[in-house]
Protein backbone atom coordinates (compact mmCIF):
# COMPACT_ATOMS: atom_id res chain seq x y z
CA UNK A 1 0.00 0.00 0.00
CA UNK A 2 1.05 3.22 -0.73
CA UNK A 3 2.24 5.58 2.55
CA UNK A 4 1.70 8.56 0.48
CA UNK A 5 -1.36 10.48 -0.13
CA UNK A 6 -2.58 11.01 -3.52
CA UNK A 7 -2.07 13.56 -5.97
CA UNK A 8 -5.20 14.45 -6.06
CA UNK A 9 -5.29 15.21 -2.32
CA UNK A 10 -3.32 18.35 -2.59
CA UNK A 11 -4.37 19.93 -5.56
CA UNK A 12 -7.52 21.99 -6.91
CA UNK A 13 -10.32 21.58 -4.76
CA UNK A 14 -8.97 19.61 -2.08
CA UNK A 15 -6.15 21.81 -0.93
CA UNK A 16 -8.28 25.24 -0.95
CA UNK A 17 -10.28 23.35 1.45
CA UNK A 18 -7.51 22.35 3.76
CA UNK A 19 -6.14 26.02 3.38
CA UNK A 20 -9.59 27.72 3.67
CA UNK A 21 -9.15 28.13 7.93
CA UNK A 22 -5.65 29.69 7.55
CA UNK A 23 -6.30 34.03 7.77
CA UNK A 24 -6.25 35.08 4.48
CA UNK A 25 -1.91 36.38 5.03
CA UNK A 26 -0.78 33.11 6.27
CA UNK A 27 -2.54 31.63 2.99
CA UNK A 28 -0.96 33.68 0.24
CA UNK A 29 2.27 33.20 2.01
CA UNK A 30 1.48 29.31 2.28
CA UNK A 31 -0.15 28.91 -1.52
CA UNK A 32 3.52 31.25 -2.95
CA UNK A 33 5.87 28.90 -1.33
CA UNK A 34 3.65 25.48 -2.55
CA UNK A 35 3.62 27.03 -6.28
CA UNK A 36 7.19 27.95 -5.52
CA UNK A 37 9.23 25.32 -4.25
CA UNK A 38 6.82 21.98 -4.46
CA UNK A 39 5.75 21.30 -7.89
CA UNK A 40 4.35 17.69 -7.16
CA UNK A 41 1.32 16.79 -4.55
CA UNK A 42 3.32 15.01 -2.20
CA UNK A 43 6.01 17.64 -1.87
CA UNK A 44 3.28 20.46 -1.28
CA UNK A 45 2.29 18.34 1.50
CA UNK A 46 5.94 18.10 2.62
CA UNK A 47 6.18 22.31 2.32
CA UNK A 48 2.57 22.33 3.76
CA UNK A 49 3.28 20.39 7.16
CA UNK A 50 6.86 21.62 7.41
CA UNK A 51 5.14 25.05 7.63
CA UNK A 52 2.43 23.76 10.42
CA UNK A 53 5.09 22.18 12.51
CA UNK A 54 6.75 25.34 11.94
CA UNK A 55 3.90 27.83 13.46
CA UNK A 56 3.43 24.93 16.14
CA UNK A 57 7.12 25.57 17.28
CA UNK A 58 6.92 29.52 17.05
CA UNK A 59 3.40 28.73 19.51
CA UNK A 60 5.43 27.08 22.14
CA UNK A 61 8.08 29.38 22.51
CA UNK A 62 5.42 32.24 23.07
CA UNK A 63 3.88 29.92 25.31
CA UNK A 64 7.10 29.24 26.78
CA UNK A 65 8.08 32.76 27.09
CA UNK A 66 5.11 34.16 28.29
CA UNK A 67 5.49 31.25 31.16
CA UNK A 68 8.70 32.43 31.85
CA UNK A 69 8.33 36.00 31.74
CA UNK A 70 5.69 35.35 34.76
CA UNK A 71 7.90 32.93 36.48
CA UNK A 72 10.54 35.48 36.56
CA UNK A 73 8.56 37.96 38.34
CA UNK A 74 7.25 35.28 40.52
CA UNK A 75 10.78 33.90 41.71
CA UNK A 76 11.28 37.97 42.23
CA UNK A 77 8.94 38.41 44.73
CA UNK A 78 10.02 35.90 46.55
CA UNK A 79 13.53 37.48 46.56
CA UNK A 80 15.69 35.60 43.79
CA UNK A 81 16.58 37.02 40.22
CA UNK A 82 16.20 34.46 37.61
CA UNK A 83 16.61 36.48 34.43
CA UNK A 84 17.81 33.33 32.83
CA UNK A 85 13.83 32.51 32.97
CA UNK A 86 12.16 34.40 30.14
CA UNK A 87 14.53 33.37 27.58
CA UNK A 88 15.22 29.83 28.92
CA UNK A 89 12.00 28.91 28.96
CA UNK A 90 11.38 30.47 25.66
CA UNK A 91 13.89 27.92 24.33
CA UNK A 92 12.06 24.99 26.13
CA UNK A 93 8.76 26.07 24.90
CA UNK A 94 9.94 25.94 21.26
CA UNK A 95 12.19 22.25 21.72
CA UNK A 96 8.39 20.65 22.80
CA UNK A 97 8.28 20.34 19.01
CA UNK A 98 10.97 19.58 17.28
CA UNK A 99 11.82 22.10 14.74
CA UNK A 100 12.86 20.37 11.17
CA UNK A 101 14.35 24.14 9.94
CA UNK A 102 17.58 25.76 11.60
CA UNK A 103 16.31 29.13 11.07
CA UNK A 104 13.51 28.94 13.64
CA UNK A 105 16.63 28.27 16.04
CA UNK A 106 17.94 31.08 15.52
CA UNK A 107 14.63 33.27 15.55
CA UNK A 108 13.98 31.44 19.04
CA UNK A 109 17.29 32.79 20.41
CA UNK A 110 16.66 36.17 19.03
CA UNK A 111 13.62 36.16 20.95
CA UNK A 112 14.60 35.31 23.55
CA UNK A 113 17.35 37.86 23.67
CA UNK A 114 14.60 40.90 23.06
CA UNK A 115 12.28 39.09 26.16
CA UNK A 116 15.17 38.77 28.10
CA UNK A 117 15.69 42.95 28.00
CA UNK A 118 12.38 43.25 28.01
CA UNK A 119 11.94 41.79 31.08
CA UNK A 120 14.85 43.23 32.94
CA UNK A 121 13.44 46.74 31.38
CA UNK A 122 9.93 45.85 33.58
CA UNK A 123 11.75 44.89 36.29
CA UNK A 124 13.99 47.56 36.87
CA UNK A 125 14.04 50.48 34.70
CA UNK A 126 16.43 53.26 35.12
CA UNK A 127 15.82 56.01 37.17
CA UNK A 128 16.60 58.94 34.61
CA UNK A 129 14.52 57.64 31.94
CA UNK A 130 12.02 55.17 32.28
CA UNK A 131 11.33 54.74 28.60
CA UNK A 132 12.28 51.42 26.78
CA UNK A 133 14.03 53.41 24.34
CA UNK A 134 15.95 55.20 26.58
CA UNK A 135 17.02 51.72 28.25
CA UNK A 136 17.86 49.96 25.12
CA UNK A 137 20.24 52.80 24.53
CA UNK A 138 22.12 52.36 27.69
CA UNK A 139 22.04 48.39 27.51
CA UNK A 140 25.89 48.94 28.67
CA UNK A 141 25.37 50.36 31.73
CA UNK A 142 23.78 46.94 33.06
CA UNK A 143 25.65 45.11 35.90
CA UNK A 144 27.77 42.55 34.21
CA UNK A 145 25.51 39.84 35.78
CA UNK A 146 22.55 40.96 33.99
CA UNK A 147 24.17 41.00 31.23
CA UNK A 148 25.62 37.69 31.50
CA UNK A 149 22.11 35.98 32.47
CA UNK A 150 20.41 37.32 30.15
CA UNK A 151 22.78 36.05 27.50
CA UNK A 152 22.72 32.49 28.96
CA UNK A 153 18.85 32.71 28.67
CA UNK A 154 19.22 34.04 24.76
CA UNK A 155 22.11 31.37 24.36
CA UNK A 156 19.43 28.31 25.71
CA UNK A 157 16.72 29.42 23.61
CA UNK A 158 19.12 29.32 20.67
CA UNK A 159 20.28 25.85 21.66
CA UNK A 160 17.18 24.07 22.94
CA UNK A 161 15.70 24.59 19.63
CA UNK A 162 18.99 23.73 17.41
CA UNK A 163 19.65 20.41 18.86
CA UNK A 164 16.63 19.56 18.59
CA UNK A 165 16.46 20.48 15.16
CA UNK A 166 19.65 18.15 14.48
CA UNK A 167 17.78 15.22 16.34
CA UNK A 168 15.03 15.88 13.72
CA UNK A 169 17.31 15.97 10.40
CA UNK A 170 18.95 13.00 11.67
CA UNK A 171 15.91 10.91 12.48
CA UNK A 172 14.32 11.81 8.88
CA UNK A 173 18.15 10.75 7.14
CA UNK A 174 17.42 7.49 9.44
CA UNK A 175 14.15 6.89 8.14
CA UNK A 176 15.25 7.95 4.45
CA UNK A 177 18.12 6.04 4.64
CA UNK A 178 15.98 2.58 5.72
CA UNK A 179 12.98 3.38 2.94
CA UNK A 180 15.70 2.76 0.18
Not at 5 to 19: I, Y
Not at 106 to 132: H, K, M, N, Q, Y
Not at 152 to 166: E, N, Q, T
Request: with cysteine; glycine share 10%.
Amino acid sequence: MNQWPSEERFSGRALARTTESLPPPCRAVLMLEMATYAPSGQARETVFMRWKHDSLVLLGAILGGALGYAAFFWVASQGFYGIVLPGGLLGCGAGAFKPRSRYLSVICGLLALGLGLLTEWRFAPFVADASLPYFLAHVHQLKPITLLMIAVGAAIGFWVPYRRSKDAVAAEQRDAAGAR
